[in-house]
């Protein structure tokens, strides 16, 4: 009987040690699961595991993603992305060989190219450099690729820009901008990927030359927002024009103004000048523009623009703007002005390309109607002059038909000399009141 006794005492002693053992390493293990490093095999957030913050506390911010507070959202804040693909175009034509501040432009050209060169990011990119203007040598081309398209290499990239030593020849620049335009075609995912194309240039083309404004667009229309368009305008604007020569006479007369305009085409991008790029700090900051892709959050909700001319409506002046149409920074459509030579009417090859662009405006918007209004300077008798406003407009009126706008579409006006632009006691104001304007009707 006393050993029985004793028998079941030793039983309910070993059952006391083995409940206390394993209430142990059932507290051992929530004490390691609430540390976030459970042992294998446990499952920590169970159905009695105190709810959807202790699991999120129990698991560390893993590095393939992440979440976002709705309500800690900073407001204005930027979105990245990167640009892995771009090109430079170098002028090397002969206004290269022109003299800034104790230099030649060209040795200018090269050294912010230099310089550009080693601020591009540390990380894999596909580049090119391309120049324009005649090379010193027998056999030559208006414009080549000195580097690329290829995987990008510093130093290999630097050897490139070395090889263009001379300055000379004429600016063939939209034929360059048409040349880059095929370049990026090598560019790898050419689908997906984010462009960028720098111009370093003087902006000094010949007047017979393409419009490089035009081959930006092009460029632009062919990659869309995938492209960005930055220009370098190296040195002081000399114009080649002889003195006294009116602005509307050349295209570019106003200073950097073709460079500007290059840029404008691209939607983003723009235009520095390279004394803006001496402080080794702008170098830097120009380099980083190129090469990521800035948004702010808030841009991505679009402004209300009811005529979709890229001009929100609380600020444009001019709503109901043609589609296709050309817009100034007010929402008003671009229409330029043709001038004739004294006693002429027939229409010069550096307007029909505004022209064009009218035309085909009109072609899209069948109901939109124009007065084309002629006007001359003060020579000769005023009836003689009343006709020569007349056929002045009618020779407009009929190359607009020919570009296939609609006769009904047009209304001609000929006021001779009583609507001058300009004075008419000088010639550079008798130049400017020969011509032919635009007002829209409907």
């Known amino acids: 009987m006393e050993r029985s006794w004793l028998n079941f005492l030793f039983f309910l002693l070993l059952m006391f040690v083995l409940t206390a053992c ?16 459970p042992e294998a095999g446990a499952v920590p957030g169970g159905a009695d595991s105190g709810g959807v913050s202790d699991v999120a506390a129990s698991y560390p911010e893993s590095a393939d993603g992440f979440v976002v507070d709705p309500d800690k959202l900073e407001f204005g804040k930027y979105m990245e992305e990167h640009v892995d693909n771009f090109l430079v175009i170098l002028d090397a034509s002969g206004s290269k060989f022109l003299p800034y501040q104790q230099q030649i432009k060209l040795k200018v050209a090269k050294d912010i190219t230099r310089r550009f060169n080693n601020k591009t990011p540390e990380r894999p990119l596909f580049g090119g450099l391309r120049r324009y203007g005649w090379e010193a040598g027998a056999f030559t081309t208006r414009t080549s690729l000195l580097y690329g398209m290829t995987t990008y290499d510093r130093e290999d990239y630097a050897d490139a820009i070395e090889v263009v030593r001379w300055a000379g020849g004429k600016s063939p620049l939209a034929l360059a901008i048409d040349r880059a335009s095929d370049d990026f075609q090598a560019a790898p995912d050419g689908s997906t990927d984010y462009l960028a194309l720098v111009i370093v240039s003087d902006g000094k083309i010949l007047k017979e030359d393409p419009d490089p404004v035009l081959a930006a667009r092009r460029i632009k229309e062919r990659y869309g927002d995938r492209i960005c368009i930055y220009t370098v305008a190296v040195g002081d604007d000399f114009p080649f024009d002889k003195a006294n020569v009116p602005k ?25 000048t390279s004394d803006d790029l001496i402080p080794d700090e702008n170098m830097e900051t120009f380099a980083d523009d190129v090469f990521t892709r800035r948004k702010r959050l808030l841009d991505r909700l679009p402004c ?6 890229g001009v929100c409506d609380d600020v444009d002046k001019c709503p109901g703007t043609p589609k296709g149409a050309k817009v100034d920074k007010d929402g008003c459509w671009i229409l330029g002005r043709v001038q004739f030579d004294l006693n002429k009417w027939n229409i010069k090859d550096e307007y029909k390309a505004m022209l064009n662009d009218i035309a085909y405006v009109l072609r899209l918007n069948p109901d939109v109607k124009l007065a084309v209004q002629g006007h001359t300077c003060t020579i000769w008798t005023e009836d003689y002059n009343m006709k020569l406003s007349h056929w002045r407009a009618m020779a407009v009126m009929s190359y607009l038909i020919n570009q296939g706008a609609k006769p009904e579409q047009l209304a001609v006006e000929g006021y001779g000399f009583h609507r001058p632009f300009a004075s008419n006691e000088t010639d550079e104001g008798r130049i400017l009141n020969r011509r032919a304007e635009f007002k829209r009707l409907q």
């Open 22 to 37: 394993a209430s142990q390493q059932t507290q051992n293990e929530f004490d390691a699961g609430a540390s976030g490093s």
């Open 248 to 272: 509307d006479k050349w295209r570019y007369h106003e200073k950097y103004k073709l460079l500007r305009d290059v840029a404008k085409e691209g939607k983003c991008g723009y235009m520095v």
């Open 304 to 309: 209300p623009d009811a005529d979709g001319d």
